[in-house]
């Protein structure tokens, strides 16, 4: 299905699925959950800690749910289990959004990549739109430092539109918790433990052992869980911390929770800087 065909297929259904209730795209979809938007930030100069949990900045699913990282702490320890937010699109602004898909031309690409500002600007983010087709292909691209210098290339611009478009939703829509399907667990080295509260080391959570996670990163081991050890699991990281540590045996580890979202790829090792 060609890009154009799809927009006006979304948009359609959008208008038409409005009045009753049904999600923008969903019969298009046998999964009202099926990813058609991704917006995530990759790089930049953070800890590796940070890097490994970023949760995408929007995800937009066919039943019309934005999904988005609330507001947190502000200051450290924050929460271990990092909290997702829901809102719906409606159909006009979905109908805004596609249209702002097609003029950036993302179903013609597999990946493209704007570095202009890399020679201007360091220590920045790398903002990667993907699009999801009828069919779940993903189309990327990304914009090395977006919105902090201008650029030659109409998609940059374009992609700034989109982000804003998603902002105001996710800004001014009722949200909900984001429940999710999937837990992201990462354990890690016990890194920073002066700071952790005095007494806050707790016993090993997990079914499987550290040294069966698989290791990722610089250190750090991943798995995720669904179900009832994904539900059993939630409940037991609500009130633990960033710096909580978990024992097992003689050595203590950090972990890092959260829901993942349509679309994502679990345990994905971070994107470098920039």
């Given at each position: 299905m060609g890009m154009r065909t799809f927009v006006a297929f979304l948009a359609a259904f959008a ?136 650029s030659s290339d109409p998609r940059v611009a374009r992609f700034e539109e989109l982000a804003a ?110």
């Amino acid at each position: 299905m060609g890009m154009r065909t799809f927009v006006a297929f979304l948009a359609a259904f959008a208008l038409m699925t409005a009045a009753c209730g049904g999600g923008v795209g969903s019969r298009l979809f046998d999964d009202p959950d099926a990813p058609v938007l991704q917006v995530r930030s990759e790089g930049g100069f953070a800890p590796a800690m940070f890097l490994l949990n970023r949760a995408p900045r929007y995800a937009l699913t066919a039943g019309g749910d934005l999904i988005f990282e609330g507001p947190g702490p502000g200051a450290f320890p924050g929460p271990m289990l990092i909290g997702l937010q829901a809102t719906r699109v409606d159909a006009v602004t979905m109908e805004q959004i596609l249209e702002v898909v097609d003029a950036m031309g993302l179903a013609g690409i597999d990946f493209e990549a704007n570095t202009e500002a890399s020679s201007r600007v360091a220590d920045a983010t790398t903002e990667v739109v993907t699009f999801f087709d009828a069919e779940g292909r993903p189309h990327r691209f990304s914009v090395y430092a977006l919105g902090l210098v201008s650029s030659s290339d109409p998609r940059v611009a374009r992609f700034e539109e989109l982000a804003a478009l998603l902002e105001g939703v996710a800004a001014s829509g009722a949200a909900v918790p984001y429940v999710g399907q999937r837990l992201q667990v990462w354990v890690g080295p016990a890194e920073g433990s002066a700071e952790r509260p005095v007494g806050d080391v707790r016993d090993w959570p997990l079914p499987e052992a550290f040294d069966d996670l698989v290791p990722v990163f610089a250190g750090w081991r991943c798995t995720t869980y669904e179900g009832a050890e994904r539900d059993r699991l939630v409940e037991l990281f609500s009130d633990a911390t960033q710096a909580t540590r978990w024992r097992s045996g003689d050595a203590e580890y950090t972990m890092l929770a959260r829901p993942l979202v349509p679309g994502e790829e679990p345990c994905a090792a971070p994107a470098g800087p920039g």
